[in-house]
Structure formats: C-alpha cells, structure tokens
T-cell receptor, first 114, second 115 residues
Framework: AQSVTQLDSQVPVFEEAPVELRCNYSSSVSVYLFWYVQYPNQGLQLLLKYLSGSTLVKGINGFEAEFNKSQTSFHLRKPSVHISDTAEYFCAVSGDTNAGKSTFGDGTTLTVKP | GAGVSQSPSNKVTEKGKDVELRCDPISGHTALYWYRQRLGQGLEFLIYFQGNSAPDKSGLPSDRFSAERTGESVSTLTIQRTQQEDSAVYLC?????????????FGPGTRLTVL
C-alpha cells in the first residue's frame, strides 16, 4: 500500500524568504509524485509532478521539487515566496499498480506574511 | 475549454436523508475520481472510473455510498441515510486516462453539511 506524510501542517514565513514543504512517501512499486496547490476558495491545481528522469522537477510559479528515492522524499521548495503563495499544498503519490488510485497527504498550510 | 464542474456547490441536509452529488468531467477525459475532504484534512480517495467501469471501489466508506457514471460523461455520487460524519467537501477530478502518471483536474467541490 502507498502512503504520504507531509511533515508540517503549517508553515509561516515572511515574504521573500525561502521555503521548503516536506513530503515523505512509501510505496512498494515505482511511483509518480505530485504537488497540488489549493488557493483560498479555489479548487486544487497541479503545481508539478515527477514521473521519471531528472530528479529535479520545476513547476509553476517558481516552485521546484526534488525526488529522492533513497530517502523516499519529494520536498517542495521556492527560493523567495510572495504573499500570493499563501495556500494549502498537497503532496500525492500514485503507482503503476492500481493505476487510478492516488493517495494524498494531509496538506501543509503555507502562510506568507509581509 | 470548460473545466470540471460539480453541483450543487453547497448542500445542507438532515440526518437520514439521501443526497446526490453530480460531477461533469472535462470533455474527452475518460477517467473520473471522487474524493472526500474533511475539515483540516487531506483528500480521502473514494472511487475512480475508467469509462463507466469502476475498477476500485475500496475507498467507499460504507454501503451507504455508491457512485455511477454514464459512459464517459456525468457521474453521480449518492449517499443514503446521511450521517453527521458525512459532512465534508466532496471533490471530483478527471484525467485523460486512469493512469497513475496523468494529471487530475479538480472541480470546485460540493460542501455537504448534515445536520
């Protein structure tokens, strides 16, 4: 069975500071990894995903994530955050068995303060 | 093009009543997913469809929950004899195919409140 753990439920940071949102996963098969973002009063949208190849994945709005197989992690980073990055961020994993089932973490609330 | 739409956006019902939640996927998307999101929690997988077939119903919480899909179009999630613990936001998503690598596109959700 696959699972996802987002290590921080809330991350407060000041504007223009760097941020890292942590995600660890477990799976018995090869995985695909995703970060989704949910802005206030909006639906979830894809931020970035790792399927294969380069372990460093770049997404929208200046976010990037690094797949680390040995540490089973997929941490999300941004070198300088903006007020508009305030949102809920979800890490998700899916595998190539039971292909339709994705497992989501509990989410990390990123609050960017001026 | 149009995104995933869900209706109603809000539903308030009394304990014991049945409710139907509707999802219209993006045109051309063969896969459709239902999730439940309780307040302050992550997304809980309920069920997915590839076409109108549901290969995995293991996420449905109880036999009070059922879902169906007409072809590669609209899906309905039905909750019978609602309980207060059913209160949550129910999210629908669709993707081109039900492959683990495919990006899911989410609707705005239906907020269900059971009194």
């Amino acid at each position: 069975a696959q699972s996802v753990t987002q290590l921080d439920s809330q991350v407060p940071v000041f504007e223009e500071a760097p941020v890292e949102l942590r995600c660890n996963y477990s799976s018995s098969v090869s995985v695909y990894l995703f970060w989704y973002v949910q802005y206030p009063n909006q639906g979830l949208q894809l931020l970035l995903k790792y399927l294969s190849g380069s372990t460093l994945v770049k997404g929208i709005n200046g976010f990037e994530a690094e797949f680390n197989k040995s540490q089973t992690s997929f941490h999300l980073r941004k070198p300088s955050v903006h007020i508009s990055d305030t949102a809920e961020y979800f890490c998700a994993v899916s595998g190539d068995t039971n292909a339709g089932k994705s497992t989501f973490g509990d989410g990390t609330t990123l609050t960017v303060k001026p | 093009g149009a995104g995933v739409s869900q209706s109603p956006s809000n539903k308030v019902t009394e304990k014991g009543k049945d409710v139907e939640l509707r999802c219209d996927p993006i045109s051309g998307h063969t896969a459709l997913y239902w999730y439940r999101q309780r307040l302050g929690q992550g997304l809980e997988f309920l069920i997915y469809f590839q076409g109108n077939s549901a290969p995995d119903k293991s996420g449905l919480p109880s036999d009070r929950f059922s879902a169906e899909r007409t072809g590669e179009s609209v899906s309905t999630l039905t909750i019978q004899r609602t309980q207060q613990e059913d209160s949550a936001v129910y999210l629908c998503a669709s993707s081109f195919v039900a492959g683990g690598a495919d990006t899911q596109y989410f609707g705005p959700g239906t907020r269900l409140t059971v009194l």
